[in-house]
């Protein structure tokens, strides 16, 4: 199997920004307080590195793939309990995207892919606690079970 390039692996990454952002849309409508607050601050993160990697494709050659209209759920957010547990999904899977590109980067690319895994695996890890959920942490963050 080949591997992919270093900006195939970022317009994986970005594919994977889009659907984190549509999918807080749906998460924070369903929290109040801390927790909404906090949905709002993990949006705003998405948003800031997907227009970074818009401009790092853009301007470097790399095709930057478009954002869609809507994009499918693992499942219905009809409350806070699923709106907690898609927070958590979420971000798991845009860590495995940032965790997929650390094998095709190098130099600031693999930076930017690191720093972006652990950000999400923290961020994870906090809405598990805010969920109940335990473990709090798995053992290699964006990497399927």
């Known amino acids: 199997m080949r591997q992919p390039t270093a900006g195939e692996a970022l317009a994986a990454a970005l594919s994977a920004e889009y659907a984190a952002i549509y999918a807080y849309g749906r998460i924070g409508v369903r929290l109040t307080g801390a927790a909404r607050d906090a949905a709002r601050q ?24 478009p954002d869609r209209a809507g994009y499918a759920l693992p499942f219905a ?28 980067t190098t130099g600031a690319d693999r930076d930017q892919a690191l720093a972006a895994l ?25 990497r399927p079970s």
């Not at 590195?49 to 301007?59: E, F, I, N």
């Open 118 to 142: 652990v950000e999400y695996a923290v961020r994870a890890t906090r809405w598990r606690k805010t969920a109940g959920v335990a473990p709090l942490t798995v053992a290699f963050p964006g």
């Open 77 to 104: 957010v009809t409350d806070r309990v699923s709106a907690l547990r898609l927070a958590v999904e979420v971000e798991e899977r845009t860590a495995a995207h940032w965790r997929a590109a650390l094998a095709s």
């Open 42 to 65: 993990a949006e705003s993160s998405h948003r800031r590195r997907r227009d970074a990697l818009v401009v790092q494709l853009s301007t470097t050659g790399g095709t930057v793939p």
